[in-house]
C-alpha cells in the first residue's frame, strides 16, 4: 500500500448536482474550463494546484467538487 505522500489526488465533479455556474472556471481556470457543450471539464494535470481546486471547492454552491485518489 502506498504512503500517503506517493498518493496523488484529483478534483472531479459531480455531473448530475452541477448547475454549470462557471464559478470553478472562475477561480481557478487551469484545472476546471468549459467545454464546447458547455459542460465543465478538468483539466489531465500531472499534478493539481491543491489551494486553487480547495478555493473551487469552498465556492461550489452546490458541494459537488470533491478530491478523489488517483493512483
Known sequence: MPCDDDMK????IEPGDCILCEICADVCPDVFSVN?????VIADLFQ?????VDEAIRNCPEDCISW???F
Open 36 to 40: 464546447a457543450v458547455g459542460y465543465i
Open 68 to 70: 478523489e485518489a488517483d
Open 48 to 52: 493539481y494546484p491543491e489551494s486553487c
Open 9 to 12: 489526488r484529483r478534483p472531479v
